[in-house]
């Protein structure tokens, strides 16, 4: 178990340029999940895959971004035409499908700190 | 939309004394889950409840569902410095979609 992996660890970007962070799952792992996290808040969900497929967009989120996982395994959150209030902490998570977990246990990386100047 | 909120929001306790947090949905929960973010760090899991009225333990940590599934709460007897962290709950609406809404933590100081 090598943990799910994000990269980069932190974006420093000026308000207008896009940005794309990458997310590696545990293997085996159907599930993946894009959350948003400010300071001394809890995390935001912005969506989820099964496999491929993208499941939930949250209604809150702006067309700028967008999220894909074009193979089941890996996925990109990109943000297009940054703003100040898209700074953030970019948390993926992934869990297991029921055949091999008891629950809907989230395990998560350590996520991408975004800095939009 | 579904919301999630938790009280307190901020708890400092003196090393020993029990902590408790509450947390509450504006829906019925098909289930509720709880981690721990340690500063710095990001959400682990503790544990996840499904069944109304359901209670758990984990060494010094209780986890109890609500009988309506919408409220849930984690109690910790005799914190320690270890304790220190947010303590996030999280429900699914629905079963089999899994989708999970966050609450607004609790964020757990331990006096020494």
């Known amino acids: 178990d090598t943990g799910v992996s994000q990269n980069p660890r932190h974006k420093i970007t000026k308000r207008g340029q896009n940005v794309t962070f990458r997310c590696d799952p545990i293997?085996?792992?159907?599930?993946l999940y894009w959350y948003r996290q400010t300071l001394g808040q809890g995390p935001e969900f912005l969506t989820y895959?099964?496999?491929?497929?993208?499941?939930?967009k949250s209604r809150l989120l702006s067309d700028r971004f967008s999220a894909e996982r074009p193979k089941g395994s890996f996925s990109t959150l990109e943000i297009q035409r940054t703003e100040q209030g898209d700074s953030a902490m970019y948390l993926c998570?992934?869990?297991?499908?029921?055949?091999?977990?008891?629950?809907?246990?989230?395990?998560f990386g350590s996520g991408t700190q975004l800095s939009v100047l | 939309g579904q919301q999630v909120m938790q009280i307190p929001q901020y708890q400092h306790v003196q090393e020993g004394e029990d902590f408790t947090t509450y947390c509450n949905s504006s829906?019925?929960?098909?289930?509720i889950q709880w981690y721990k973010q340690r500063p710095g760090g990001h959400p682990v899991f503790l544990i996840q409840?499904?069944?109304?009225?359901e209670v758990k333990k984990q060494k010094r940590l209780t986890f109890q569902f609500g009988e309506a599934k919408k409220n849930s709460s984690l109690h910790i007897t005799a914190t320690q410095t270890t304790d220190v962290g947010t303590y996030f709950c999280?429900?699914?609406?629905?079963?089999?979609?899994?989708?999970?809404?966050f609450g607004t933590g609790t964020r757990l100081k331990v006096l020494a």
């Open positions: 998570a992934s869990s297991a499908p029921p055949w091999i977990a008891t629950n809907e246990k989230l395990f």
């Open positions: 293997s085996e792992h159907n599930r």
């Open positions: 895959f099964q496999n491929e497929a993208q499941l939930e």
């Open positions: 829906t019925t929960l098909s289930n």
């Open positions: 409840l499904v069944k109304s009225g």
């Open positions: 999280a429900g699914s609406r629905t079963s089999g979609t899994y989708k999970y809404i």
